[in-house]
C-alpha cells in the first residue's frame, strides 16, 4: 500500500495466478478496502470491531458469517454438516481437518505441486507401499 495525492493506493502481488474463485474473492475484498482510510500519522492496531472488547473469537466471526450468510455459495447439506462439526466434543486439530476437507482445501500433493512446493515428479504420484 501506498499513498498518494489521489489517496490510498493498494499493491497486489501474487506469486501464482489467482483462480477464478480468487478473482471474485479479491473484487469483494477491493470493495470492502473502498471505505478503509488509513491514517499515517497514528500508530497501527489490531481491533476486533465485532467482539465486545475489541478482541478476536472464533465465535464472534462463526456468529457473524452465520448471521450475514456469507456461506451462500455452500450447498444446504454441506453448510449442515459444517455446522455440526463445530458443534462436537473433538479436539481443535480434528475439526479443522475435518473443516478443510469437507472445503476440499486440505494439502495434498497435487495441490502441493501446482504450488511450486514440491517439484519432485517421484513425490506427486501416489505412495507406493514395497513388499
Known amino acids: 500500500m501506498t499513498s498518494s495525492r489521489e489517496g490510498t493506493v493498494w499493491r497486489w502481488e501474487w506469486r501464482d495466478a489467482l483462480t477464478q474463485v480468487e478473482e471474485y474473492d479479491l473484487i469483494k475484498l477491493k470493495e470492502l478496502l473502498l471505505d478503509v482510510n488509513l491514517n499515517p500519522n497514528s500508530a497501527d492496531r489490531w481491533r476486533w470491531i465485532l467482539g465486545s472488547a475489541g478482541l478476536f473469537s472464533v465465535k464472534s466471526c462463526y456468529n457473524f458469517l452465520i448471521q450475514n450468510d ?51 515428479p517421484y513425490e506427486i504420484s501416489c505412495a507406493r507401499v514395497l513388499l
Open 70 to 120: 456469507s456461506a451462500e455459495a455452500l450447498h444446504p447439506t454441506m453448510l449442515e454438516a459444517i455446522k455440526k462439526l463445530w458443534k462436537n466434543d473433538v479436539p481443535s486439530k480434528v475439526s479443522v481437518f475435518g473443516w478443510r476437507l469437507l472445503l476440499e482445501k486440505l494439502p495434498t500433493r497435487a495441490a502441493l505441486a501446482s504450488k511450486g512446493i514440491i517439484t519432485n
